[in-house]
């Protein structure tokens, strides 16, 4: 279960970066940002995974 979050969150990462490039290149800034906000999501779930992985170490 954990490399499927892992991967959901990956693609979310991947995915924004897209968002935010393709903003980027139409000059669309709400797409850009929106695309911002997906990649920021993407990387604080990963960051709860690693605590997560932390907690259960201990």
Do not use: C, P, W, Y
Request: no cysteine.
């Amino acid at each position: 279960m954990k490399i499927l979050t892992r991967a959901k969150n990956m693609f979310q990462i991947s995915k924004g970066k897209t968002k935010e490039v393709t903003g980027r290149a139409i000059g669309n800034r709400d797409l850009e940002t929106d695309g911002a906000n997906d990649q920021h999501k993407g990387h604080l779930k990963q960051v709860e995974e690693k605590v997560k992985d932390a907690i259960e170490e201990l």
